[in-house]
């Protein structure tokens, strides 16, 4: 069974740094592009940006809006995905994703995690 | 960015009703658009990929068709647990992007 499970959010100050995991389970991690979705309260998602598998040199897309204060990045040995987020503002503020495509390559989303809720705010 | 627009963005119906929501794309994308349900406070679920294809354990009642920018999602006689917001996305281009939502309620 896919599992996906996140952790890492909470209350943070604006302008600073936090990092989310998520830990996968229940399939070959090394096989799939892996992806980070946000949603603020009462609104659409929002794609962040993947991470490629290993076939595809486990390089990484951002969406713009956030391309160069968020970073993505895997830990194959421990089955973990990571989203590093830097100055943070408050419309950061969401529920962030980690979700996986039902098949090794495709743009979209068979499974999502539970979410981990962030808030930026003083 | 390639923008989808779902409409309407409430839909009210009586249990027992079919409906189709709809989503138009900003531009042609084939048929690389996927639907999702979202209950309150859980995940989105994937309940259509491709614009029409199945996905296993979703029930049959949901249905989807489309290509280029038209895309509709069709819930056969809706039932109880239906009702939620259903959202498109596109998966033709970066950057992905998601709809705004269609919220179907109870009438």
């Known amino acids: 069974e896919v599992k996906l499970l996140e952790s890492g959010g909470g209350l943070v100050q604006p302008g600073s740094s936090m990092r989310l995991s998520c830990a996968a389970s229940?399939?070959?991690?090394?096989?799939?592009?892996m992806y980070w979705i946000r949603q603020p309260a009462g609104k659409a998602p929002e794609w962040l940006g993947f991470?490629?598998?290993?076939?595809?040199?486990?390089?990484?897309e951002y969406n713009p809006s956030v391309k160069g204060r968020f970073t993505i990045s895997r830990d194959n040995t421990q089955n973990m995905l990571y989203l590093q987020m830097n100055t943070l503002r408050a419309e950061d503020t969401a529920t962030y994703y980690c979700a996986r495509c039902g098949t090794p390559v495709a743009h979209w989303f068979a499974y999502w995690g539970q979410g981990t809720l962030v808030t930026v705010s003083s | 960015d390639i923008v989808l627009t779902q409409s309407p963005a409430t839909l009210s119906v009586t249990p027992g009703e079919s409906v189709s929501l709809s989503c138009r794309a900003s531009q042609g994308i084939t048929t690389s658009i996927h639907w999702y349900q979202q209950k309150s406070n859980e995940s989105p679920r994937l309940l259509i990929k491709y614009a029409s294809q199945s996905i296993s354990g979703i029930p049959s009642r949901f249905s989807g068709s489309g290509s280029g920018t038209d895309f509709t999602l069709s819930i056969n006689r809706v039932e109880s647990e239906d009702f939620s917001v259903y959202y498109c996305?596109?998966?033709?281009?970066?950057?992905?992007?998601f709809g705004s939502g269609t919220k179907l309620e109870i009438k």
């Open positions: 991470i490629r598998n290993k076939a595809n040199g486990y390089t990484t």
């Open positions: 996305q596109q998966s033709y281009t970066l950057p992905l992007t």
């Open positions: 229940g399939f070959t991690f090394t096989d799939f592009y």
